[in-house]
């Protein structure tokens, strides 16, 4: 996009969006972009890459990177994760600390807090969740948090209803540098269509299998081709950990393998603007979050952070 009058200034820059698991970080994202690009359920640690969100105006660019929730790892996957979210914190130009207003600070919240203590950029105090507090409660959540760092400034915000979240993304991009703008107009991540692919499946899984099937779940995308121009053929392997969650997965008479593939191909197309056929299989490999060799093959890869 050219910009036509020289004289307005363009802000530009990227900012990371931290925080515990589940306290809306993709929500706020998805909320901002106007599309659904990061996946959502109420599993924690649902998002496991990081995942920029690009919004665009005519006089603003901000690329959000939505980050891994930060917690206490548990095997190789979850040291990706973590590594993941904190290598953001030196890349960026702001960083939102997000924290969930209807849960206690804990030890996952000062955890990121002596990260946070450490880098040189603005960092903003996000409270979410709002709607599901008393206003009176606020004021105590500020107070508790207010000296832990510098904050930039403290945003209490409901991503989902939408509360405050425009006008923090006008004081956000105020603040950014003057820059370039480094995507098209239309384009709204910058992940390919293969990883958006593997995401929106993942997420159906999560959703549909509840707790019976919680973190054990990868999703290999073998192949995505486009037939013409409106219509993709994707082909695409759902990993576990043990055969009872192949069983879980595939459900009776393959009803819930069906149903998963049904809203999975749905969102894809919404997505991709284009019809999808969507094929998929269920392969048990166990272990697999606790073996360097899968994840990189799976798709979680030291160079990704």
Request: without cysteine; glycine residues 6%.
């Amino acid at each position: 996009m050219e910009n036509s009058n020289k004289n307005k200034k363009f802000h530009s820059g990227f900012v990371a969006i931290v925080g515990r698991p589940n306290v809306g970080k993709s929500t706020f994202m998805n909320y901002v972009i106007g599309q659904k690009i990061a996946i959502m359920s109420n599993v924690p640690q649902t998002t496991r890459n990081k995942i920029q969100g690009i919004y665009t105006t005519d006089k603003e660019q901000i690329i959000f990177i939505d980050t891994p929730g930060i917690h206490k790892a548990h095997n190789k996957l979850g040291d990706f994760m973590v590594q993941s979210s904190l290598s953001t914190l030196n890349e960026v130009d702001a960083v939102m600390f997000m924290i969930s207003a209807n849960e206690e600070r804990g030890a996952g919240d000062n955890f990121i807090i002596e990260h946070l203590k450490q880098i040189k950029k603005p960092v903003y105090l996000v409270i979410n969740k709002i709607d599901l507090i008393n206003p009176n409660k606020l004021l105590e959540i500020m107070d508790d948090y207010k000296d832990a760092v510098d904050w930039k400034e403290v945003v209490p915000i409901s991503a989902i209803q939408g509360n405050n979240v425009s006008e923090f993304i006008d004081t956000l991009a105020a603040e950014l540098p003057e820059g370039p703008q480094y995507y098209p107009d239309d384009q709204v991540t910058d992940h390919p269509e293969r990883f958006i692919a593997a995401e929106l499946i993942r997420e159906k899984v999560l959703m549909l299998t509840r707790q019976e099937v919680p973190h054990s779940v990868a999703v290999v995308i073998e192949s995505l081709k486009r037939q013409d121009k409106r219509k993709i053929h994707i082909q695409a392997t759902i990993i576990v950990d043990r055969p009872t969650q192949k069983g879980i997965i595939i459900g009776h008479g393959g009803q819930m393998l069906k149903k998963i593939g049904t809203l999975a191909r749905e969102d894809i197309e919404r997505l991709l603007g284009d019809k999808v056929y969507l094929e998929l299989w269920v392969k048990v490999s166990e272990g697999w979050r606790d073996k360097q060799s899968l994840l990189q093959s799976y798709g979680y890869r030291k160079d990704n952070y």
